[in-house]
């Protein structure tokens, strides 16, 4: 993982001993700073007679927790956002204390007991979303986005970033809205921390959600190649001209058509439950997607575990692909764009008028 962001994770009892330092960002140098900084804090607390909570240096900064008988130290560049900051340091410290109140209370000086801390803390790292962050912030590929936003599981904008020029701010809430419904839908058909997923719309941009235990990440990038002109031609075709030219496609394990009504129009079964929540991210991305962009969203892809759904919403009808297998945005945007290059070039005889009274 790297280091740029976040550059030191330290816990030290209220007389400066240090109990854990975490491995990954540590320098052999903890007792020399453990007492450096308990000095500080116990001359700010004497003198104005306040808590420290923050220690500003030239080019990082210190953030300091306090709780019964522990400081945790969470030391971070100048370029990680403060409140996303504060929200990593308190969930990694909220996990510290609950995991270890017990030593604590108990503790005799063998801090050997906290070792196994090392391999929670990266983990809790990695459920903030903090690799990801650090990719966005310093990589070139975060800088390439649109925009992208890193929300609290309460839905609240951590951090709120735009690359695009004129970039419509209000878009932030959309975001929000597609955070908690793909919560909502992956938290119904599995584990949610692993939950991901993508809306592409007419015009070429590519919404992404992922779902981490401890945040929820949406961004947005802009793919020339899935600009697509034909969608109307699918209008015309029939239920099983779609599922051949899908299921040619994108080799599914399961694919059905349903008309606006949810009603497959090869069955005449109603959808199913779990296919009603994932179609809830429709309704969220549909309202916002056309508040943005110019053409509504054409294709939806759910991660999750080791399963996928994809759904391609038409103009009149809704196809349903289920994988038994993860996929990857990269050849959902091959695939996408091999479909719809295919329907322009295909003419149907079936007027679309004959279509809708169906």
Same mark, same amino acid.
């Given at each position: 993982m790297s280091q740029v962001l976040i550059k030191r994770i330290l816990i030290i009892t209220e007389y400066g001993?240090? @109990?854990?330092?975490?491995?990954?960002?540590?320098?052999?140098?903890?007792?020399?700073?453990?007492?450096? %900084?308990?000095? @500080? %804090?116990?001359?700010?607390?004497?003198?104005?007679?306040?808590?420290?909570s923050r220690l500003l240096l030239e080019e990082s900064q210190f953030l300091v927790i306090s709780k019964d008988s522990l400081i945790f130290i969470f030391q971070i560049s100048d370029e990680m956002p403060g409140d996303y900051a504060e929200y990593v340091s308190n969930c990694m410290f909220e996990k510290f204390m609950k995991k270890y109140s017990k030593q604590i209370k108990d503790f005799n000086g063998n801090v050997s007991i906290f070792h196994d801390f090392q391999c929670r803390c990266k983990e809790i790292l990695l459920e903030c979303g903090a690799d990801i962050v650090d990719v966005l912030i310093h990589d070139q590929e975060g800088r390439n986005l649109r925009a992208w936003c890193l929300l609290s599981l309460d839905y609240e904008p951590l951090i709120v970033r735009a690359n695009a020029p004129n970039y419509n701010i209000d878009s932030f809430t959309i975001f929000?809205?597609?955070?908690?419904?793909?919560?909502?839908?992956?938290?119904? %058909?599995?584990?949610?921390?692993?939950?991901?997923?993508?809306?592409v719309t007419h015009n070429g941009n590519v919404i992404q959600t992922i779902i981490l235990p401890h945040a929820i990440i949406t961004t947005e990038s802009f793919v020339e190649e899935l600009k697509v002109k034909g969608i109307k031609h699918f209008k015309t075709k029939t239920a099983q001209q779609l599922i051949k030219m899908f299921t040619k496609t994108y080799t599914p394990d399961s694919i059905d058509v349903y008309s606006k009504n949810l009603v497959s129009t090869t069955t005449q079964k109603e959808i199913h439950d779990d296919q009603k929540f994932i179609l809830d991210l429709f309704k969220a991305a549909e309202k916002g997607f056309q508040y943005l962009f110019d053409s509504p969203t054409h294709l939806q892809i759910l991660n999750y575990d080791e399963k996928s759904y994809i759904y391609v919403k038409l103009i009149n009808r809704t196809i349903v692909m289920e994988f038994n297998r993860t996929i990857s945005v990269s050849t959902i945007i091959e695939l996408t764009k091999k479909v719809f290059e295919e329907a322009i070039i295909v003419k149907d005889d079936i007027p679309a008028a004959v279509l809708e009274r169906q």
């Open positions: 001993v240090p @109990i854990f330092d975490y491995e990954e960002y540590g320098r052999d140098d903890e007792v020399l700073v453990s007492g450096l %900084l308990t000095a @500080i %804090l116990r001359f700010v607390e004497e003198t104005e007679k306040e808590k420290l929000q809205v597609l955070g908690k419904s793909v919560k909502k839908v992956t938290s119904k %058909l599995a584990n949610y921390s692993k939950g991901t997923c993508f809306h």
